[in-house]
Structure formats: C-alpha cells, structure tokens
C-alpha cells in the first residue's frame, strides 16, 4: 500500500528550526566576523611592529603576541617625561618655600617681621633665579660672542653685567607666596 499523503504539511516548531537552521548559520556568521577582526589585529600589530613572524602565528599565538605589544605601549606612554632640570629645581624651591611659610604661621612665638623678612628674602632670591634663568635661555638662544683675550671669561667682564651689579631694592619686588 502505498503512504498516504495529507494535503496538510508538517508543521516545524521556530525553537526546532532555530536549532536546525539558524543557530549553524549564526555560529559561522559570529566564527567569520570573529576570524575577520583576528587578521584585522594580526597585519595591524605586524605594521606597527615592523615584524611580519606574528603573521605567520596562530590565532592564540597571535593574541598573546596583540597583548604584549598592546603592554609595551601602554607602558611606553605611561612613562613620564623628565622636566627639566631648573623646572625640577624651582618646583622644589617653591615647595620649601611654602612649607617654610606654614611652619612660620603655625609657631606661636614666631614675630610676623622676621616672617616677613624670611619670605621677602626667599621672593627676592626666587625672582632673581627666574631672571637668570631667561637670560640665560636668551644668551643660550643668541649667537654668542667672542671673548677677547684679556677677558677672564667672567660675567663681570659683560657689557650687561651693570644690571646684574645693582640689586633692586626689596621694596619693588615683594614676593609674596599666597
């Protein structure tokens, strides 16, 4: 006898067709996209390091090579930038200079004019770092200019030296730290 056939078709559940159907297809889809970014990563690393042996890697290999270089350039970055040495020297002169002035304000015994003469001196010492420090750049920046042989190689010997010779007067360039 041969089957019968119903004109009705079977009917197949979504849950059993995703499973059959879809659920395949989306794993090759996530795997594809997942292999398309791994090769992304591997000629990307190979550039920036100028080596092509992560190429030739597995996908692990490859990964754990990614890693590192990523590491090293984190670490690269992250690596301070040394100041300069008078830039290092004026932060901790200013750093002394505020910690001399909150031990003055909180000794009790300490009289306000010698407070003040303290700071006044260490402003004035301050500003006179700073303005040789510029002429120093500006002479560093400039051609410089030959000695003459009966120069002992002084500053006093400088035809600018006279500003240098007569300090300003502590009135004029009161420093203050606050």
Same mark, same amino acid.
């Given at each position: 006898m041969a089957p019968q056939s119903n004109n009705s078709t079977t009917f197949v559940s979504k849950t059993q067709h995703y499973l059959k159907v879809k659920k395949p297809l989306l794993e090759r889809q996530r795997r594809a996209r997942m292999n398309k970014c791994l090769d992304t990563l591997k000629t990307l690393v190979a550039e920036f390091q100028g080596d092509d042996a992560i190429l030739r890697m597995d996908k692990a290999e490859m990964l754990e090579a990614a890693l590192v270089f990523m590491r090293k350039q984190v670490v690269k970055q992250q690596a301070p930038v040394s100041p300069l040495p008078m830039d290092s020297f004026k932060n901790g002169y200013m750093n002394a200079v505020s910690e001399i002035s909150r031990v003055m304000a909180c000794t009790p015994a300490m009289s306000v004019d010698v407070g003040k003469t303290v700071m006044t001196h260490l402003g004035v010492e301050f500003?006179?770092?700073?303005?040789?420090?510029?002429?120093? $750049? @500006?002479? @560093? $920046? @400039?051609t410089p200019r030959p000695l003459s042989p009966a120069s002992s190689g002084y500053h006093s010997d400088n035809e600018d030296s006279q500003s240098a010779a007569s300090p300003k007067p502590a009135e004029e360039t009161m420093w203050r730290p606050w």
């Open positions: 500003q006179r770092m700073l303005q040789a420090d510029q002429v120093q $750049t @500006s002479v @560093s $920046t @400039s």
